[in-house]
T-cell receptor
Framework: KAGVTQTPRYLIKTRGQQVTLSCSPI?????VSWYQQTPGQGLQFLFE???????NKGNFPGRFSGRQFSNSRSEMNVSTLELGDSALYLC?????????????FGEGSWLTVV | AQSVAQPEDQVNVAEGNPLTVKCTYS??????LFWYVQYPNRGLQFLLK??????LVKGSYGFEAEFNKSQTSFHLKKPSALVSDSALYFC?????????????????FGAGTQVVVTP
């Protein structure tokens, strides 16, 4: 069974640009969440989607957005990129919204903003 | 609000010796607790979790963790460390959904503990 797949793995963007990251969850998983990892702030929750609906959102500015498609695949978008957005963005999936479920992570998308 | 503390930035251990990575939590009610490991330039790999039941949880790669409610701790242990166990370890907590909808998909992570196992 394939794991969580994220694309692209690495990308470099310029300040002010926007970026879209893609995530395919484990087959059969319907809940997708996103996290940002930086050396200074550690792992921070961005948002979670289930059945194409955002169920929860972390403390990030509105420049960070996401969506989920009917096949559970998800994308996140960051507009007007800032240097501080440079981070590893991790997508994770779980079967449903039960809080006892294991959340499985992808390899991440490394974003560098210059 | 829930929080997780990993008091040690780094743990150094010789190969073959026991390994312990500490984690304490602060959350209302009965939390769900998780351990993940991250190798360089990789995502997070799930090791084990505590939901309910036996306080000693066994997980992947020979790791285990003991849930201690009175001390609000969930320390990760391995009886005999390997050089290949060198990685960054994260403890995480999740509050059951019946207690708060803020828990949707959300893991609260500790800052991480770097484990260095020397030959």
């Amino acid at each position: 069974k394939a794991g969580v797949t994220q694309t692209p793995r690495y990308l470099i963007k310029t300040r002010g640009q926007q970026v879209t990251l893609s995530c395919s969850p484990i087959s059969g998983h319907r809940s997708v969440s996103w996290y940002q990892q930086t050396p200074g702030q550690g792992l921070q929750f961005l948002f979670e989607y289930f059945s194409e609906t955002q169920r929860n959102k972390g403390n990030f500015p509105g420049r960070f957005s996401g969506r989920q498609f009917s096949n559970s695949r998800s994308e996140m978008n960051v507009s007007t990129l800032e240097l501080g957005d440079s981070a590893l963005y991790l997508c994770a999936s779980s079967p449903d919204t039960s809080s006892g479920n294991t959340i499985y992570f992808g390899e991440g998308s490394w974003l560098t903003v210059v | 609000a829930q929080s997780v503390a990993q008091p040690e930035d780094q743990v150094n251990v010789a190969e073959g010796n026991p390994l312990t990575v500490k984690c304490t939590y602060s959350v209302s009610g009965n939390p769900y607790l998780f351990w993940y490991v991250q190798y360089p330039n990789r995502g997070l790999q799930f090791l084990l979790k505590y939901i309910t039941g036996d306080n000693l949880v066994k997980g992947s790669y020979g790791f285990e963790a003991e849930f201690n409610k009175s001390q609000t701790s969930f320390h990760l242990k391995k009886p005999s460390a390997l050089v290949s166990d060198s990685a960054l370890y994260f403890c995480a907590v999740r509050v059951p959904l019946f207690m708060t909808t803020d828990s949707w998909g959300k893991l609260q992570f500790g800052a991480g503990t770097q484990v260095v196992v020397t030959p």
